[in-house]
């Protein structure tokens, strides 16, 4: 029963996580073969979505997964550190209680209102928010307690348990106890409540607070500071950021790259790379990048790429000779090709965030793709002539044959995905079914290393995986209420604009902002972080919004490979068996390219939307 209990969220979550996945197959199957759409299929595949994502960041909790930035944080004392993470406890403790507190708000608010084509009532979609937010606190409990057991915190596990058993008593004998946790009602900080809130925020991130927990509670202060109310009106977007069918296709797109790795689809892929460039100069560094663009356009992540693809490219590297900085660095630039050729999470993130054609950003991101490719090859031949490598044996035409009818069937799935996109034959969530269905296809029936058990697995890890991305939704919509109401991107622009007198000097400071925040932030922390107030400034000043995403979502993909917080050096370290500084060392010269492309598409933006308006229209 322990067992059982303690994998719950995993049982129930991949069960549902499987339910959505049959839903929107069958959604895919009854329009484009049967042209009988089933008018209910979306929206419960959305209230399903919400309590996955809800068990998702459980997970996250239970196994303390969620992002955080570390590079101050490493480098205090070891006594500092356990009064930071006992701090960042306490806010992690607050936010959940709050959590459970909205959510049980929301269900009273919502039971009117109805899920029209379920004929049931809205309440339960914020139903997640409420139950689920008990299970994170037993997980917080389980996590706290191996912390306290390993002495990395200073406050027994205890103190917290007779803490919430306090709250829930308080609000059962007093329901308005919640409305003591207003400062406003003690002290007139209103006026200052923004700057107080982002400054708190700004702080306790970067001494290491998790950043989806630091937004929360900065932003929970800032309503404590002005008007309680809004803070329980305001946290509808909790749940209501999830309640998004574009964003469903991003666990699906993560379960499509962990079957190709785990179905050993990658390596036939490989070895077709291999086949057709080994014999060049620089050859198997030049597999690497042809790998990275053909697995891209399947996982459309970078860290699924460098996790994937990478340690076979870097086995095959330094079996034909090829020096370890080189093959680090090379195999952690081209995993930067995921996020700009279609399809691509960090492009649907965008779309979400900005109120963008995600149809859009997949084909804007596919030229700068292709050149951010050839730009890498051209300097792993100078590198590789340079260094005088030796050139691998010839593949036959023979071989090359071979190599490509075992890898057949999985080169067709960028195909199905993007072609299925710009024909209009399904949206990009279904798209992301679609390649996730014919994974299973192959996995199970053409190389048949896909069995059910191997499946649920798969889908457990990827609704672990979407939990990170999902706190960081939640928490940033949660966030982004108080940047609208403090007219924070108003403010921001008025600045750039005081100093920047057109379009393309807006540009550049935007580009050299998110190029220092990138050497400390985490992509999909900057992404989430950055973005909302970004947008409407680029909007103001007429800069096109297909080409900002692109830019922008470049710019961040530079960040993953600089130090101190590139987490591909990290990932590409890890899988190589290798130092960071080895891989550091490698990457440097292959920022020249990534960055040239930059600043290449920068001045001239046609490049990246000339395809999207030429295909889909403006």
Known sequence: MKKIFDKLEEYIGGALFMGVFIILVLQVLFRQVFRSPLVWSEELSRLIFVWVAMLGISIGIRKQSHIFIDFLYNRFSPIVQKIILTFSQILIFISIVCMGWFGKTLVAKKAMSKIITLGISASWLYLALYVISFLMMIRFFQAYEDNYKEKKVLIPTKAFIVAFVLILAGLIIKPEMYKALSLANYYNLSENAGLIAIIAWIVIMVIGIPVGWSLMISTILFFSMTNWKVALFASAKLVDSLNSFSLISVPFFILTGILMNGGGITEKIFNFAKALLGHYTGGMAHVNVAASLIFSGMSGSAIADAGGLGQLEIKAMRDEGYDDDLCGGITAASCIIGPLV?????????????????????????????????????????????????????????????????????????????????????????????????????????????????????????MAVSGVTCLMIIAVTYFGDMIAREQVAMKIAAVFLKYAHSPFTVLILINALLFFLGMFIDALALQFLVLPMLVPVASQVGIDLIFFGVMTTLNMMIGILTPPMGMALFVVAQVGKMSVTTVTKGVLPFLIPIFLTLVLITVFPQIVTFLPYLILGK
């Open 342 to 462: 279609p399809p691509s999470i960090s492009m649907i993130i965008y779309g979400v965030i900005a109120n963008q054609s995600i149809a859009k950003l997949f084909l804007a991101g596919f030229m700068p793709g292709v050149l951010t490719t050839i730009a890498l090859m051209i300097m792993c031949y100078i590198i590789c002539k340079k260094r005088g490598y030796k050139k691998a044996k010839k593949a036959t035409f023979k071989e090359q044959v071979r190599c490509f009818k075992d890898s057949f069937w999985a080169l067709l799935t960028p195909v199905i995905i993007i072609g299925g996109i710009f024909t209009g034959k399904f949206t990009p969530t279904e798209a992301a079914i679609v390649a996730a269905a014919y994974s299973v296809f192959l996995g199970a029936f053409i190389y048949k290393e896909l069995t059910i058990k191997s499946f649920f697995n798969h889908c457990i890890e990827a």
